[in-house]
């Protein structure tokens, strides 16, 4: 059973490989096409330096050639030099990944606690049938892209207000200072930086782990040892956040790790909103650009993330749930 | 539980005091700007004397400008005129130019051959390399020699340079291949000297980030570079040969709209292209600059091997039928300038004043069109004249185009794609009218030639798809090679009468570019005359950053 398991994922991470390689050639142009530039440029490029670019990059080569290069160069760890920054991709994708992180993985605990948080409290007043109005708050909430929203807070709070800056990820070139101060000076910085992205990222991550929870714990506050434990008289928060909790948590395990698994592509619109450092900006630039070697690279660790958050859930969700594990369900019900 | 949840509501909370406190965050620059109005206040009061602005120091200038990768004159990015522009603060070239045209710059004086094919230039003696080192002839020479095993990523076509020889340690000969008219300003006023004694050692220079390949003899060194953020910061070269930079520090912070950032003080000066953005700002105190000539342009590009489009007639309809004064004004926001048939911006010195012009004229574009047999039907449409335009970032002219070509009964379809997809359309000849901007027109004529001869790679060329004109190809290969001015002059002027006669490409207008600044802060800003690096129209010039005489 386990076997088959990594067997599968195997078999998904090679395809990916595969496609990850062709994906991107399949767009029209090529990264030489969009340094000629079709609009707005100013730069007039000779026939001598096209080829010299296509040769330097391996561009003239046949396909075949390119694809045995990008799968020797992922056995040796090797993703290639990025055509729009002439940096080596791991370096590129290593200095933008920290901003990701620290932007998405605090946005996505905020949200899973908050969501998990008002999908109890919403699911018991649903009981007493007056959560309509939250929930239908939610909902839209939800409905909200993330772009949409991104623009109105930028909008609103740095544009009309002046509150928080437009863009980057701290001040450029601030001296921080030394010891204590200096570092929290740094972090008041970041934090001032960070914080239209991550409220955006926020709220609507917040709805659908909020619905879910909220189903879940209604269904579970239907069971009758909830009833038999009311009737006992236990307090309500004991009542809910431990004999409710433990149960409804389990299918909203599942969907926070897949929240993780696409964390690091979640943030694509919301960096590119704020210009927010981060690989999604990246992934937008390397697009746009057909830096093909930089597409790989990014699609690679996004296909690692995801793949990995999966085969984390699979193998965590038994330890959770002891139906599993004695063989009682299955995870794929 | 109860703990983390704390934890984050401490989180929250320290947020929201820092959103509260932000203006301690950005303090350390401005903070040394208003040390430096302090400084500048009591300074003027001291002497008097002082007239001229210029002289003032000034302690930091903030510009905006988006991330162009590491700035050696190997690894810039060429996505527009930033990465080259930063170079040129690290790296000189043998000429530059200013307000007032092209002057020596690492070079003193040079002398042309009677056959136009050699240049012998003499160096400056006092120039020293950032590491101390002295510049040497044999610099200018390997420097050419490295350019032609590693190509500049950028424009300076050195096709032309057959030799360069060291005469002795401060002179050097250039021996073309053939007389070049652009040379001077073109090709050494644009390829960066760089070091032998660092690049000699590179082998692989699109790869070398290190410190030293940021040695040049420029008047500014880079402080610092936050690659993932795409900020810059340049400190002047208090060592500069032509006397310590009067801007003390030059920071790039890679803002998304300049002017927007401007009006917020995140920046000390920025480029508008909207007439009424410009109004706006200068009515909130900031002193504007209008470039001239004007550099830029907005044009139709006609497929020339389109059966419909090939006949002349029908461009010149399209000329007729567009008001190209309105469309213009819809989208910059008054100043307009109408496009000249002849290319050439009518505020440039290479302007054919006789030139042919097409108004707006609906009657006679109509009849143009029944004349050449394109009938309307009974609802005022031609049904064999269904044209592509392909459009990448200039949306805005389409639509407008494509309701006043509907008017003389063209249907006009917009294909919106993005530059990668434009570029290699165009390269396969696949549309019928590409909409494009350009910039770099108020420079030396030459791009005439460039555009339409198919030798250069790029959109605004018919790529590759040369404009069949043989009197045209004759004027243009001429007027490379003139080196008298007035002869090239009347060169020029035809070239322009033929573009307007044939119209491969229609000008829809010039489009003016403003700066925008406060003249308290610096006051030192000056339009080039012939742009930086070939013709466009860019403020950030060294030059006004030195106190020369």
């Known amino acids: 059973m386990k076997n088959k398991t990594i067997k599968s994922y195997l078999i998904v991470f090679i395809l990916i490989i595969i496609l990850n390689f062709f994906l991107p050639r399949i767009l029209p142009g090529g990264p030489v096409a969009f340094i000629q530039g079709g609009d707005d440029q100013s730069f007039i490029m000779t026939e001598e330096q096209k080829a010299h670019l296509l040769s330097y990059y391996g561009l003239d080569l046949p396909l075949h050639e390119q694809f045995y290069q990008y799968i020797f160069g992922i056995l040796t760890g090797d993703f290639g030099l990025s055509i729009l920054y002439k940096t080596a991709v791991t370096t590129l994708i290593l200095s933008h990944m920290k901003w990701t992180l620290f932007l998405v993985g605090i946005a996505s605990i905020i949200s899973i606690l908050l969501g998990i948080i008002l999908g109890i409290l919403s699911a018991w007043n649903k009981r007493k049938k007056n959560d309509a109005p939250f929930f239908l708050a939610m909902l839209m909430l939800g409905a909200i892209p993330e772009f949409i929203l991104g623009m109105v807070l930028l909008i609103l709070f740095s544009t009309k207000l002046g509150w928080f800056p437009f863009s980057g990820s701290t001040t450029p070139f601030a001296q921080y200072g030394e010891g204590i101060i200096g570092i929290i000076a740094g972090m008041k910085d970041i934090l001032h930086h960070s914080f239209l992205p991550m409220m955006t990222l926020t709220v609507v991550n917040i709805s659908s782990i909020y619905l879910l929870m909220r189903n879940a714990t209604f269904d579970v506050l239907k069971e009758p040892y909830i009833y038999t434990a009311e009737v006992k008289g236990l307090p309500l928060k004991r009542l809910l956040f431990r004999h409710t909790f433990k149960n409804a948590f389990l299918p909203v395990f599942t969907l926070i790790m897949l929240r993780f698994g696409f964390m690091l592509t979640g943030a694509i619109f919301v960096e590119t909103v704020f210009s927010y450092p981060g690989i999604g900006k990246l992934l937008q630039e390397a697009i746009l650009s057909r830096d093909y070697p930089l597409m790989q690279g990014l699609f690679l660790i996004f296909t690692i993330t995801i793949l990995g958050m999966n085969l984390i859930a699979d193998m965590v969700y038994p330890k959770l749930d002891p139906r599993i594990r004695r063989g009682e369900r299955t995870v794929f019900e | ?549």
């Open chain 2, 1 to 549: 539980m109860r703990k983390v949840l704390l934890g984050m509501i401490a989180i929250l909370l320290l947020t929201f005091m820092t959103a509260c406190g932000n203006q301690e965050a950005t303090k350390p620059v401005i903070e040394k700007s208003d040390e430096n109005t302090q400084a500048e206040a009591s300074e003027q009061e001291s002497s008097n004397a002082e007239e001229k602005e210029n002289t003032k120091e000034v302690a930091h200038i903030r510009l905006g400008w988006a991330n162009s990768g590491f700035p050696s004159p190997f690894t810039f990015s060429p996505n527009g005129p930033g990465g080259y522009l930063r170079t040129t603060f690290i790296f000189d070239t043998l000429t530059w130019k200013d307000d007032q045209g092209m002057k020596p710059w690492l070079s003193e004086k040079w002398q042309i051959s009677e056959d136009d094919r050699t240049y012998t230039f003499t160096l400056r003696n006092n120039v020293k390399w950032h590491d101390g080192e002295d510049l040497h002839a044999d610099d200018v020479k390997f420097t050419f020699e490295y350019f032609k095993q590693h190509p500049f990523g950028w424009h300076g076509d050195i096709s032309m340079i057959e030799a360069v020889e060291v005469v002795n340690e401060s002179t050097v000969k250039f021996v073309l291949n053939k007389p070049y008219a652009p040379f001077l300003q073109e090709v050494v006023g644009i390829i960066p000297i760089i070091p032998e004694h660092i690049w000699s050692k590179v082998e692989d220079p699109y790869q070398y980030q290190e410190k030293e390949a940021l040695i040049g003899t420029g008047p500014y060194t880079l402080t610092s570079y936050e690659a993932e953020k795409g900020n810059y910061l340049f400190t002047a070269n208090s060592e500069y040969f032509k006397g310590k930079p009067i801007v003390n520090e030059i920071s790039y912070i890679n803002v998304k709209d300049r002017a927007l950032s401007l009006q917020n003080g995140e920046i000390d000066a920025a480029m508008s292209l909207n007439y009424q953005q410009m109004l706006q700002l200068k009515e909130k105190g900031f002193d504007v600059i209008q470039s001239k000539p004007t550099g830029s342009a907005v044009r139709f590009v006609f497929n020339l091997q389109d059966d419909q489009l090939k006949q002349k007639e029908l461009r010149q309809a399209i000329a007729y039928a567009l008001d190209r004064k309105t469309i213009a004004e819809k989208v910059l926001g008054g100043n307009e300038m109408v496009g000249s048939a002849g290319i050439i911006p009518p505020d440039s010195d290479w302007y054919n004043k006789d030139v042919k012009q097409y108004e707006y004229n609906v009657e006679k574009a109509n009849k143009m069109l029944d004349d050449l047999g394109y009938t309307k039907n009974e609802d005022g449409m031609r049904k064999d004249l269904v044209l592509n335009l392909l459009v990448s970032s200039n949306a805005k002219n389409a639509q407008l185009a494509q309701a006043m070509l509907k008017n003389v009964g063209i249907e006009l379809n917009i294909q919106q794609v993005d530059t990668a997809t434009f570029t290699s359309l165009m390269g396969e000849n696949n549309y019928d009218i590409a909409l494009t901007g350009h910039i770099g027109l108020s420079g030396d004529p030459d791009f005439l030639r460039i555009w339409f001869m198919g030798q250069a790679s790029n959109a605004y060329a018919a790529r590759g798809k040369v404009f069949e004109n043989e009197r045209f190809i004759q004027l243009a290969e001429e007027q490379v090679m003139t080196l008298n001015e007035e002869k090239r002059h009347d060169l020029v002027n035809e070239m322009q009468d033929i573009l307007a006669e044939e119209l491969p490409t229609l000008l829809l207008y010039h489009r003016p570019f403003y700066w925008l600044y406060n003249d308290e802060q610096f006051a030192g800003w000056f339009n080039t005359d012939g742009g930086i690096s070939d013709g466009i129209p860019l403020w950030e010039n060294k030059s006004a950053f030195l106190n020369e005489e």
